[in-house]
């Protein structure tokens, strides 16, 4: 990794033959696999499987048991789990049935091994070849800084599950899904960034509203991901009332506010339905800032990625939480977050057009 770096930092200073189009492609892959790995996130939470591979084990945990021993000595382990114990035991759970929930957890660290690798091999396959455009050997260095942290997470949020409740903290699961479409954002915003390159044109700033932008939606996705944590999806399933009422009943206050906003179902899950109403808006002014500014396409992916994502989530409460349903909303999530990084970045545009 260090001599990596170092040819990284070389390319900074000697590049012989730029290619800032095929490595933005190459990000663009990877980051098209976050998406991928968010929707099989979904799949995992809502199938209960995330507590269901007990050890981290980054090398060898690639594999999966191959001999009927093995295979009973994870669901030995499983077993000694609180999920297990007071949920699945009592259910009648079975070798057969822990393989299924043992198969998504797998995959879902398979793919984020994936992830990891596939970007450290694209930077020094061109790192080596001295092919990274100026200055960028330092921006592309924290992205694999941020997919080495998002495993770390990981681990750290299934260790809650393991150790102390039934299901994992709702606060690293949070933690978990942010960082993962923080580094979404930071991987289409440097693709963009080293199109513009290509085209002669200075790194992309991000503008006020830019920001205003992203962090709403930030928001959304935070409180989003609370409402997972806490199945808070599940207090009612009528819409756009709740349990036939605007406000719900059953909300908690005896702790105070911020703790009923950060741990009560019924408030975590008010607060979602109603603060993407705010996200709209917010992204309905930026889609017209983008057609002023001649972004026409980053404009029309906003507007079709928020349209799909209020249905979804609408069809999702209705549904009961449907899987497939509930998977889709969060897939869509992370486009929503790609197309919203694209406008941001194309508000952004350098008026001197030169080169940085």
Request: aromatic letters at 8%; a positive charge; hydrophobic letters at 55%.
């Amino acid at each position: 990794m260090q001599g990596t770096a170092q040819a990284m930092q070389g390319s900074g200073h000697a590049a012989v033959r730029e290619r800032p189009v095929a490595l933005a492609r190459w990000l663009l892959v990877i980051a098209a696999l976050v998406v991928g790995i968010v929707a099989v996130g979904g799949i995992t939470r809502l199938t209960e499987s995330g507590v269901s591979i007990t050890e981290w084990k980054p090398v060898s945990g690639a594999l999966p048991p191959l001999t009927q021993s093995q295979w009973q000595a994870e669901f030995d382990a499983y077993r000694q789990t609180p999920q297990f114990i007071e949920i699945n035991g009592p259910a009648g759970m079975t070798l057969a049935t822990y393989k299924m929930i043992f198969f998504w957890e797998w995959v879902h660290r398979l793919l984020a091994r994936g992830i990891g690798l596939a970007l450290v091999g694209v930077l020094a396959w061109f790192g080596l070849r001295r092919e990274i455009p100026r200055g960028y050997a330092r921006r592309l260095a924290p992205l694999v800084a941020l997919v080495g942290l998002q495993g770390a997470i990981g681990w750290w949020m299934v260790k809650s599950g393991i150790v102390n409740d039934v299901k994992v903290s709702h606060f690293r699961l949070a933690a978990h899904l942010l960082t993962a479409l923080f580094t979404l954002g930071g991987l289409v915003w440097t693709a963009l960034d080293l199109l513009a390159h290509a085209r002669g044109e200075a790194p992309h700033r991000l503008t006020g509203f830019g920001l205003l932008a992203l962090a709403v939606l930030a928001l959304q996705l935070f409180m989003g991901a609370l409402v997972a944590g806490l199945r808070a999806g599940h207090v009612a399933s009528d819409w756009p009332l709740m349990q036939g009422q605007f406000i719900p009943a059953g909300i908690d206050w005896s702790q105070g506010p911020l703790h009923a906003m950060l741990n009560d179902p019924f408030l975590t899950h008010f607060d979602h339905r109603w603060w993407a109403w705010v996200v709209v808006a917010v992204l309905v002014v930026m889609a017209r800032k983008l057609r002023r500014a001649d972004a026409r396409a980053a404009g029309i992916a906003i507007h079709s990625a928020f349209g799909t994502q209020v249905i979804l989530g609408i069809a999702t409460v209705m549904s009961g939480i449907a899987l497939w349903l509930a998977v889709a909303h969060q897939l869509v999530g992370a486009l929503l977050v790609a197309a919203t990084t694209w406008g941001a970045h194309a508000l952004g545009r350098p008026r001197s057009g030169a080169a940085d």
